[in-house]
């Protein structure tokens, strides 16, 4: 299936001004530019974007260079509008702030292959008046060619947080899912284990039967907490997967080979993303309460078998759901009653930004407790996070790969996928707004073991809105 895959742009914002000798009238110069340095083909057409540092104010074009290493035109990609010698130009009208092309990828690259295509900012002509410009490049990669450096603005969604973004730092790609899309995620790796979606507010409790035809009480207690100090309600640990993201911790037991011992458990589906904005620096992330289900799961073979209905039901849904190796878990709703996509496959992301159930201590015990500005790993990808605080000696700009101490990749607190978690920025207080912390910045172990090293630098938009987290990375090489 055809997908565009868009690159975002961050402009310098210069606009210049040249003279028009024959009339005295002036003619703004437009600065252009691509953002990122390269990107890794991932899909057969790529929308490429040029974008603007100002609307044109009249029609025009933007003449590229392309030098292609490695690939024919016309035999391994083509572009629209086509590559005439060595350049391309693409129109634009006026009124505009982009112009585009199409990239067609024709064949890929095969393991130890080199094979991209560059395109380079010649020039910009606006009404036929040629605008001098720098150069600017952008490197389209055929195979996995891992992104060296690289600024990332996941799309969040702001201060509702209606989305979970999923990041993979070598390709550059993100990946959003509404984060209320599913509910269960079965787990892909040889346990066999079912987790809940935490981005929602989701709880379970297991129930003395296994019997679905069975009418189920709601239990309010059954949730995630609530409030804060001595004055938390609910928030038993036990009704929540375990937030460290060890697979052997979910809130739903293993499911058993053995069909009797696999009993009904209540489900607390949470909460809607909510519609309503709050105050600028605040999140109102949950909306309206999504209700209440009692579900039973037992192994089909390699795979699994979910009975589903509302709790006053006295019959029930059933559907068996596939292992599939390539992603951590298969995901299902029950809005659709049906299986859907949410998280990429299993090596094609690194972190993920989403509204989080975490373990938290009051004073009184730990309580479960839902957090925002949330970034978490992919444990079970094999994904390895540690902190360099800059009270160590060394910061972000100085830090190589000489630097690099890999035994920290083994320590439990780096395995667990909360590596990152809110460390990444402070939590405000009576008086203060949320911020990100300027202390520290991370290193990272991707999934096929590329390093990296993380600065955060943005948390909220122009306006203030949270929801709106920015950060950079480099490949360490």
């Given amino acids: 299936m055809k997908k565009n895959l868009f690159l975002l742009f961050v402009l310098a914002g210069l606009v210049f001004t040249a003279c028009n000798d024959d009339d005295g009238s002036a003619i703004p110069e437009n600065a252009a530019a691509f953002a990122n340095p390269a990107i890794n083909l991932t899909t057969e057409n790529t929308t490429v974007n040029i974008v603007f540092a100002a609307p044109t104010v009249a029609s025009g074009s933007v003449t590229l260079d392309v030098a292609a290493n490695n690939v024919v035109y016309g ?32 064949v890929e690259a095969f393991e130890g292959q080199t094979k991209n295509v560059v395109f380079t900012i010649a020039s910009v002509t606006v009404d036929g008046v040629a605008i001098p410009d720098a150069t600017k490049t952008v490197q389209l990669n055929f195979g996995e060619t891992p992104i060296l450096t690289n600024n990332i603005a996941p799309e969040v969604g702001g201060p509702m947080v209606p989305n979970q973004v999923f990041v993979d730092l070598s390709s550059g790609a993100t990946t959003a899912v509404q984060r209320a899309s599913w509910d269960l995620g079965f787990y892909a790796g040889d346990d066999f284990r079912v987790a809940i979606n935490g981005a929602v507010k989701m709880a379970v409790r297991q129930l003395d039967t296994n019997d679905m035809t069975q009418v189920v009480a709601v239990d309010n207690t059954v949730a995630v907490g609530e409030g804060g100090g001595a004055g938390i309600v609910n928030g038993n640990p036990l009704y929540v997967d375990g937030p460290d993201g060890n697979i052997a911790n979910t809130a739903i037991a293993e499911v058993s080979a053995t069909d009797a011992n696999n009993r009904v458990y209540l489900v607390n589906l949470g909460f809607k993303v909510s519609t309503v904005a709050p105050n600028v620096g605040s999140v109102n992330a949950y909306g309206d309460a999504r209700g209440w289900r009692k579900i039973r799961i037992l192994r089909d073979g390699s795979n699994y078998k979910l009975q589903y209905a509302n709790v006053d039901a006295t019959t029930y849904q059933e559907v068996s759901i596939a292992k599939n190796s390539a992603f951590n878990f298969t995901f299902f709703s029950f809005d659709s009653n049906a299986i859907v996509s ?31 500005d949330f970034v978490v790993t992919n444990r079970k990808g094999g994904t390895r996070v540690y902190p360099v605080l800059n009270s160590a000696g060394i910061s972000y700009a100085d830090f190589t790969l000489a630097n690099v101490n890999a035994p920290n990749f083994d320590l439990t607190t780096s395995i667990d996928q909360r590596a990152i978690g ?56």
């Fill in 342 to 372: 949410a998280e990429p496959e299993k090596a094609k992301w690194d972190l993920s930004f989403t509204p989080f159930t975490n373990l938290t201590d009051f004073g009184a015990g730990f309580v479960s407790y839902a957090f925002q």
């Fill in 422 to 477: 809110s460390g990444w920025r402070n939590g405000g207080g009576p008086t203060t707004l949320p911020s990100v912390r300027d202390d520290r910045f991370y290193i990272l172990k991707d999934t096929a073991g590329n390093l990296y090293k993380i600065r955060f630098v943005g948390m909220t938009n122009a306006a203030g809105e949270r929801g709106n987290p920015s950060f950079e990375y480099q490949k360490l090489q």
């Fill in 75 to 106: 035999t391994d990609f083509t572009t629209a509008p086509a590559i005439s010698g060595n350049t391309i130009t693409v129109p634009f009208e006026a009124g505009v702030s982009a112009a585009s092309f199409v990239f067609t990828r024709i």
